[in-house]
């Protein structure tokens, strides 16, 4: 989502995150070079990362009925008389289910900010499913409680823990130990966004650990997202879990097309007529997934001409769903000059088919490249601004470092 700074974008100075700041972050600086090893040989992963970048592009109040429905408040605070520990909120592709586990993440932060209460986040990803094996997942949890601590003694690490040692520990060690850990804890709250991301046997195992975490541990509770068809597992794994069906609110979708129009450049293509319309039959027609809003609007706002922007308006409301809204940006992007096209449709296959993300600086340089030659002219990498403009929203970058991935895995 992008915009200018006049509307109120979520504070990104949080530092209540994944467990930056409370009781158990005491820095021994005695033993900081040793901890930081640890923490690499527990888990390559650094899910912070990824939540903060998502965090940055979330719209201030948007989701947040989600944080005053009876189901949440009884999960997230038992003094309201909640009894379930595991909470699962399911929705289509696009419905913002990633936006809201990071909001859940904020809120649980900001909420117990200060308290014996610890949140640790992780954000399933198809793009790079290799490298969030199940035991680098429950490891980038464990890393999380752990963070900053005398980690050997807090997490049951052996007395001669092998220094350097870059062989890593078996799931079922690193499940003690997150055991363990938790124990420790008075409160912990473990977020999991986008299940149905990760590879089958990968989702059997992490949801078979978190179970056996929950029926032995009354002090944790457990927030996921996912397709709908992930429900009988987390039934499986999880009985008695509170299930949530979630889609975007007509408030939502208002507010984030506010925000675009008011961050509109091209303002001789625009007037109140034109807005009003977006603003009451967007809504109103496409208004059960968000991804597909975002595509709609980046696809007339992306007409110059009051005219041409009305006629996409009526064309983008027409559509079925998710597929007309990539087969009409594809159309949009294949129509561009000679030039445009032919890097827009690079840029996709080099995302779609890359082995690993790639950061923005290794893309600009891959279609830098001139068959044949042997040197890489610098004068012939293009900018990631111009490779995404070529891509017309279907590519975004994000995180630091900046890694380039699809708008979205069902592309």
Sequence with gaps: MAGDSSYNRVNTDNVNC???SNSYNTVNTMREDENRLILEWLSPLEPQQ???????????????WLLETSDFRKWSNREVGGTQSVLFCYGNPGVGKTYLTSLVIDNLCDQRAGNDIVVAGLYCDFQVHEEQTVTNMIGAVLKQLVNRNDIPDYAGLPPAWP?????????AELAEMLKRTIALIPEVFICIDALDESSPKNRLELLRSLGDIVRDLPTVRVFLTGRPHVQDEIDKHFAGAVKLPISPTTEDIKAY???RLDGDTEVDAMDDELRADIMEKIPERISE?????????????????IYHRRKMLEEMTRGNGLGDAYTATMARMKGQNVTK?????EVLMWVSHSKRPLQAAELCQALGVEIGSTDLNPQRIPSIKTLLGCCLGLVAVEGSPSIVRLVHFSL
């Design 289 to 305: 997934v968000f991804l597909l809003v975002s595509l709609n609007i980046e696809t007339i706002l992306g007409e110059i001409t």
């Design 50 to 64: 990824r939540h903060h970048s998502i965090r940055t592009d979330r719209l201030d109040s948007v989701g947040s």
């Design 18 to 20: 994944f467990n930056v």
């Design 163 to 171: 220094v350097g040692n870059t062989g890593r520990l078996r799931l």
């Design 341 to 345: 096209s032919k890097i827009g449709m």
């Design 257 to 259: 097309l506010k925000m």
